[in-house]
């Protein structure tokens, strides 16, 4: 639109962008947050499903959707050490989110990215995550790009 200035809002224009969203969202079907959700206090509902005691093992991050309409997904990120990979360890902690922690919280996609070039995809497929995409680009390690899986199982 010919004569409109484009900036970043800055900090004294909080209640006017607070405002237009909230405006937005009260009209807007699609958007990600149900009218009022965004300026709600944010609750985290991530929890991380651990292996091991003293020490540790390995982890499984599940982050919650935050706003209703996305309440019922979890992002998952597992971390094995590397010498205890290969014994099971990732596939326990998974075992353990999809039968007893995701339904106890009312999950029902589980969803992560994978790198192309990780072998452990083919965990996430013996488990049932289906590849849906490919995220090209999707980082940058030591300066070059890598394309990442988006996978997702549904409970």
């Given at each position: 639109?010919a004569?409109?200035?484009?900036r ?16 937005v ?13 965004r ?117």
């Amino acid at each position: 639109m010919a004569g409109v200035i484009y900036r970043v809002a800055d900090a004294t224009e909080r209640p006017a962008v607070a405002e237009l969203w909230r405006k937005v969202e009260s009209d807007a079907e699609f958007m990600l947050a149900e009218p009022g959700e965004r300026a709600a206090p944010l609750e985290d509902r991530s929890f991380e499903v651990v292996a091991g005691r003293n020490p540790l093992l390995g982890t499984l991050r599940v982050a919650v959707g935050r706003f209703q309409r996305v309440a019922h997904c979890g992002h998952l990120v597992l971390g094995v050490l590397p010498s205890n990979r290969g014994q099971g360890i990732g596939t326990g902690l998974l075992h353990t989110l999809i039968n007893h922690e995701a339904p106890e919280r009312g999950l029902t996609r589980l969803q992560l990215n994978v790198a192309v070039e990780n072998p452990a995809y083919r965990l996430y497929q013996r488990l049932g995550f289906t590849i849906e995409g490919v995220r090209k680009h999707a980082v940058i390690v030591d300066g070059n790009p890598r394309d990442e899986y988006a996978m997702a199982l549904l409970l």
